[in-house]
DNA sequence: AAGTGGTCTAGACCACGTC
DNA sequence: ACGTGGTCTAGACCACTTT
């Protein structure tokens, strides 16, 4: 109904309050209780409004101490990690998908420490997907098979790590990393590019209870880019 | 207190039987009458834990329709975007900045359009920031001082748009965008490094009501990752 | 010790979307 | 039409933090 009394107006309210500096940043603001009572409505709803307020980083709270305006609020940028696939098709193309090496081996101490564990074989994936028949990204992958015992009898040349993974190996903690690297010789000879592009590129680790999955290097061919509102 | 009625704890047991595939992705759960009775709370209490989980993709929420365990999490990054000179001094080295260049002009297109804008006269600023000295990022930054007419006025080689922005001009709505960019000639010569590198790319622009107040486009060293947890 | 936000309750009404 | 989630209320107790 978004009346006058919902957290919403009451959020946007204490919005604007901030941003015409009627409240300075640093400034505490009158307590719940206070805007309940000014607002005209009961306090769980000004608390609504400013929890939401609090977790955008406008607003600091404190116990006791109250809840300020930030003094440098920091944007919080949220970015939707799709499945390759769908994004592909999101972009209205057709997902293809190639499976270049699948091999067993001990990974290097970089990626078994950000696995959490010891040395020790894992499976290797390397492959291909693609947009429209064009390359649009390379992956290289490291899977426990010690954690997810059934991926070793996996065909990973008809479905791709990533589909077989989320139906499969649910995580509950994970890393993700965003960065800039060379495409080098290998991906460029893939993606029929120059090894002098840069290519965005995703690091991802996901863990159960500490215990390291998976870890995977998503290198995007030229051009690509994520984008999102603030 | 974390009791048994407290709402993390039911979130936490929700996300434990989807994970546990007690509750199966595309499956309906129960309504929140029936789980508040489960658990022995109120209805407000199931309805936070759920909408939490919703918030993080993991369940699908449709009046009538019902409470769905998500088809394909799709997985959240959230990434705070600091200004610069905190992130600079958050790694514990010392945040340098100089301007380089500051002048009048038109922008191309492109950065009109991101602005939504018609052709008109801004500011154009490029600056060079460092880390303990060492370059760190370059910045090349359009305001528009019809919105923002107080930035005309400004010594940006005293104190960086960046944070005389956020302390003067705050924004209702943004766009970010994450990029890979090779280094390219110029900003080789300013970094000390290849042309043919990598580089983290963030393409900023922020609007009030609409109308552009700036786009900017930094671009890190290469080595530059941003990371955040899942 | 005391003030402030964090949360829970029990009940109510409503908006939305499916049937 | 009606079931489900979305929200509001008034009151209560608690946890945390500062004084």
Redesign the pocket.
């Known amino acids: 109904?978004?009346?006058s009394?919902?957290?919403?107006?009451?959020r946007d309210e204490v919005k604007r309050r901030v941003h015409e500096r009627e409240w300075t940043p640093g400034a505490?603001?009158?307590?719940?209780?206070?805007?309940?009572r000014e607002?005209?409505?009961?306090?769980?709803?000004?608390?609504?409004?400013?929890?939401a307020l609090?977790d955008d980083g406008l607003l600091e709270?404190?116990?006791?101490?109250?809840?300020r305006v930030a003094l440098h609020p920091v944007p919080k940028a949220t970015f939707d990690i799709p499945i390759i696939r769908h994004e592909i098709e999101a972009l209205g193309q057709r997902a293809g998908y190639g499976l270049l090496s699948a091999r067993t081996g001990t990974p290097d101490v970089g990626v078994l420490s950000s696995m959490n564990c010891e040395p020790r074989d894992m499976l290797h994936l390397v492959s291909l997907h693609l947009a429209d028949d064009r390359p649009f990204m390379m992956e290289d992958r490291w899977i426990d098979t010690t954690i997810v015992p059934a991926a070793a009898n996996v065909d990973f040349s008809k479905i791709s790590a990533n589909e077989w993974l989320v139906l499969n190996a649910s995580y509950t903690e994970g890393h993700i990393e965003f960065s800039a690297e060379a495409i080098g010789d290998e991906r460029a000879l893939h993606f029929g590019c120059s090894p002098h592009g840069a290519g965005f590129t995703i690091t991802r680790t996901t863990r159960v209870d500490g215990k390291g999955i998976t870890h995977v290097v998503q290198a995007f061919v030229p051009g690509y880019s994520m984008s999102t509102r603030l």
């Open positions: 109904m978004n009346a009394n919902s957290w919403q107006t009451i505490s603001i009158p307590n719940e209780s206070d805007l309940a607002f005209g409505c009961a306090r769980t709803t000004v608390n609504r409004a400013l929890r609090a709270r404190r116990r006791k101490a109250g809840t």
